[in-house]
């Protein structure tokens, strides 16, 4: 089946330490995405990738890096940078269909601070 | 700047009633327009999308949503509500020739049987 991945879906890290989220897809689109999901603020923008080898800072991307090495691929580091990385991650990739994006998500990685 | 304004957070309706989700839009020329439906824990699922045409458009689950211009608004609407379509809605402008959605904040609904 066609989708997109996100591992793990729980991650528990130690403050001070960096860590990685996973994110695969094999819809063979261009585009992927990373937001950050917290309550009652909707989803943030992170990081994207329109290419490989080529990404964009998003709205939040402080305390973030990404890489986009295999275009199946974007995976996801939220550094010791991150003061307050407890949230809800969420990996997309979309299609454009004409001029319009339409985005195809993860089920989400929940990163939690211990 | 565009931006995408949800105004309800939180919304309780009982099963069977009808549903209205509102969603205000800014953006300077013909917006392309989606819903997402979030259940908890879980991913976004597109539920509806609109890029031209026909205001009044269908999606998954039963719902459907009508574009006005002149209100700047893309409501999300189901004329009776099931208990599974407790979730968090979504809706999202995604500006023309640009691969960047901007997403609402999101409404809350519940469903009281």
């Known amino acids: 089946d066609g989708g997109i991945t996100q591992s793990p879906k729980y991650l528990f890290r130690k403050e001070g330490q960096n860590v990685t989220l996973s994110c695969e897809q094999n819809?063979?689109?261009?585009?992927m995405y990373w937001y950050r999901q917290d309550p009652g603020q909707g989803l943030r923008l992170i990081y994207y990738s329109q290419i490989v080898n080529d990404f964009q800072k998003g709205d939040i991307a402080e305390g973030y890096s990404v890489s986009r090495e295999k275009k199946e691929s974007f995976p996801l580091t939220v550094t010791s940078a991150q003061k307050n990385p407890t949230a809800f991650y969420l990996c997309a990739s979309s299609i454009r269909q004409g001029a319009v994006t339409e985005a195809f998500f993860g089920q989400g990685t929940r990163l939690t601070v211990v | 700047a565009q931006s995408v304004t949800q105004p309800d957070i939180h919304i309780t309706v009982s099963e069977g009633a009808s549903l209205e989700l509102r969603c205000n839009y800014s953006?300077?020329?013909?917006?392309?327009l989606f819903w997402y439906v979030q259940s908890p824990g879980q991913g976004l699922q597109l539920l509806l999308k609109?890029?031209?045409?026909?205001?009044l458009v269908q999606g998954i689950k039963g719902f459907e949503a009508e574009f006005k211009r002149s209100q700047s608004s893309f409501n999300l609407r189901k004329p009776s509500v099931h208990w599974s379509d407790a979730a968090e809605y979504f809706c999202?402008?995604?500006?023309?020739?640009?691969?960047?959605?901007?997403f609402g904040t999101g409404t809350r609904l519940q469903v009281f049987p």
């Open positions: 953006y300077g020329a013909t917006p392309y």
């Open positions: 819809l063979n689109h261009d585009a």
């Open positions: 609109y890029f031209s045409g026909d205001t």
């Open positions: 999202a402008v995604g500006p023309y020739n640009t691969d960047k959605l901007i």
